[in-house]
Structures are given as C-alpha cells and as structure tokens.
C-alpha cells in the first residue's frame, strides 16, 4: 500500500494538519515556531477522535464494515485497533506532561469533541451532539479552531489582547467552515438517512458552495488586514496563498471528481495552510 494511503486511512494526515495548525498558531502570535508537549497532545486527540468514529462502528455495526467505505478498516483491523491504543497512550501521556491551565482549556473542548461522535442521553432517547439540526458544521469548525489557537495562547507566558485571539479563532472558523461545506454535500444521503439535517440539505449544492466561498472570502479579508495592520507580512503572503489555492480547490468541478478530493485535497488544505506559514516563517528569517 501506498505511503499516502497509509497516512490518509490511518488519520495520521488530518492529525498531522492539526498539528501544523498548531504551529502556525505560534508563528501568528509572534513566537518561534517550536514543538512542545501540546502539539503531541493536539496530534494523539486528533488521532483518537477520527478513530473513535470508526471505533463505535467496529464495535456496534459490523455489518457497515462490508461497505467500501470501510474497506481499509475491514482489511486492516488489527492495524487499526494498534492506531486506537497508540492515540490513547499518547495523548495520556502527554497530558500528563501539560500545566494545569492547559488541562482546563482543553476539557470542554474534549467534551465537546467526545460527544460529537460518542451518544449522549437527551429527554428521550440517546443521540450525538452532531444530530442537532444544522449544528454539525458549527461544532467542526469550533472545536478545529478553538484547540488550534488555544493552547499555545494558554502555555505561552504572554498575556495576549482577547480581541486579537477572538479575531485570530475567527479566522481559523470561517477557513475550516468553508472547506467542510464540500464534506457535508457528499454526505447529503447518508445525513437524510441517518435523520441529520445538515446546510446542503437546505440548500442545492451550488448555493452550499456560495456559502464556502463566502465564508472562504471573510477569512481573507479579516485575515490580510489583521495582518496588513499589524505589519505583519509573513503572514499576509501565507494567508493570500492560502486562500487563493483553497478556492481553486472548492471551485474546480474537476477537481471535486478526484478520489481523494475530500480526504486528501481539502483536508490538505488545513497541512498546506500551516506548511506555508512555516515556510515562509523560515524563509523571512534564515535566508
């Protein structure tokens, strides 16, 4: 099997993107790009929790296993529960490493994250916090931008402006809101049957992409002059780039037909995005 493949199946790539994100959180807020236990703790929790989704399928519908959606599961099941116990060990481990203050920014996120995926009791019967109408998108995009920014806010000794961080986490909602849009018109039959109403249901999927380049086109402007502002220009060429590229990526109809357009091209976006802000970081200052 291929490496790519590996890294797609296994989610070690979106652990990876989230990772980056991370870092170039750090870049954003003026320090030194640098690893530190909470970028083990963001990559090990992002392990886990695309896991877990499959977890609970393995565990309750085996049935769903014979799908090709699942094929890599099926065939690789031992694999699979080893990628489990290592994304558990990890993130325990590291936690375990973390301040206090870190610890207690992360739990409501892991809670929310945990819930998303695992059942809850409501008045009536059990359900997911993403069978919340319309709420799906929303909890994506919160929790991706809220665990990206926070931490290294959190460990960092610098007491920031609450303005800068709200703009910063906005920014890194709308960027991750416009690029799941594609995910939830893919998914629009398996949500009707599941009971879930997600945005393109509402809507066709041409008004569903409007919607992604919008959100798509907020980033860029909040984004360049936050930074065109601030005089910061490392981040004013990587946010362009970045938003030039993913638009070309929700745009191409072409593009939308490729195998890995969804797990592999629009989540690259999120590894691209934070790549090029490391790049350019180190091409400013060591050349």
């Known amino acids: 099997m291929r490496l790519f493949d590996v890294l797609l199946e296994s989610n070690i790539y979106i652990s990876l993107a989230a990772v ?7 870049i954003q807020l003026g320090m030194k790009p640098q690893w530190h236990p909470y970028l083990f703790i963001i990559f090990f929790a992002t392990l886990f929790e695309y896991n877990l989704q499959r977890l609970i399928i393995v565990v309750s519908n085996k049935k769903a296993l014979q799908s090709d959606k699942h094929k890599w599961l ?8 080893v990628l489990v116990f290592i994304s558990v060990a990890g993130f325990v481990s590291f936690v375990s490493m973390a301040q206090r203050d870190v610890l ?3 739990l409501p996120i892991a809670i929310i994250t945990l819930f998303y995926s695992t059942p809850v009791f409501g008045k009536k019967n059990i359900f997911r916090l993403r069978e919340i109408p319309y709420l799906k998108i929303f909890l994506i995009s919160f929790v991706w931008s809220t665990s990206t920014i926070m931490l290294p806010i959190i460990q960092s000794d610098i007491r920031y402006n609450w303005i800068t961080i709200l703009i910063m986490t906005l920014e890194r909602f709308l960027f991750v809101f416009a690029i799941t849009i594609p995910f939830d018109i893919r998914d629009r039959e398996s949500d009707r049957q599941a009971g879930l109403k997600t ?3 509402l809507l066709t999927e041409n008004k569903s992409f409007a919607i992604a380049y919008l959100a798509l086109f907020s980033f860029f402007l909040i984004s360049f002059f936050h930074y065109q502002l601030l005089h910061y220009r490392i981040m004013v060429i990587s946010v362009s780039i970045s938003a030039l590229t993913t638009f070309l990526i929700l745009y191409s109809k072409k593009m939308r037909t490729m195998q890995f357009y969804h797990y592999g091209i629009l989540d690259g976006s999120m590894l691209f995005q934070g790549l090029l802000v490391v ?9």
């Open 20 to 26: 980056f994100l991370t870092i170039e959180t750090q």
């Open 74 to 81: 099926r065939d690789h099941l031992n694999t699979f529960y």
């Open 104 to 106: 207690i920014t992360l």
């Open 199 to 201: 945005i393109p249901m």
């Open 279 to 287: 790049i350019v970081y180190l091409l400013r200052f060591n050349l």
